[in-house]
């Protein structure tokens, strides 16, 4: 069974940055691709920012500049988020994806407020 651990949420004023982290567990014998993606209370799940274990990244043009997302060489992927703007308020999933299957978390709250 496959389990994503997601941590790093929290509140951030407008500026700021926060750090997420998800960390993936269980039978996984070859990772495709982990991102993020988020949704807004009112609004459809959207791509934040992936990261294929070859190294190709793509990102959202709404964070472009602002975010980066990076692993380490096991099974954790992390999203740095600088810059932060109120738009960014959203639960944010992390994703994974392997042969055949993808993997959500079970979010973590994100909020940019004043």
């Known amino acids: 069974q496959v389990q994503l651990v997601e941590s790093g949420g929290g509140l951030a004023q407008p500026g700021g940055s926060l750090r997420l982290s998800c960390t993936a567990s269980?039978?996984?014998?070859?990772?495709?691709?982990m991102g993020w993606y988020r949704q807004a209370p009112g609004k459809e799940r959207e791509l934040v920012a992936t990261?294929?274990?070859?190294?190709?990244t793509h990102f959202a043009d709404s964070v472009k500049g602002r975010f980066t997302i990076s692993r380490d060489n096991a099974r954790t992927v992390y999203l740095q988020m600088n810059n932060l703007k109120p738009e960014d308020t959203a639960v944010y999933y992390c994703n994974l994806v392997v042969t055949g299957e993808d993997y959500w978390g079970q979010g973590t709250q994100v909020t940019v407020s004043s």
């Open positions: 269980g039978s996984i014998f070859s990772i495709n691709v």
């Open positions: 990261l294929a274990w070859g190294g190709v």
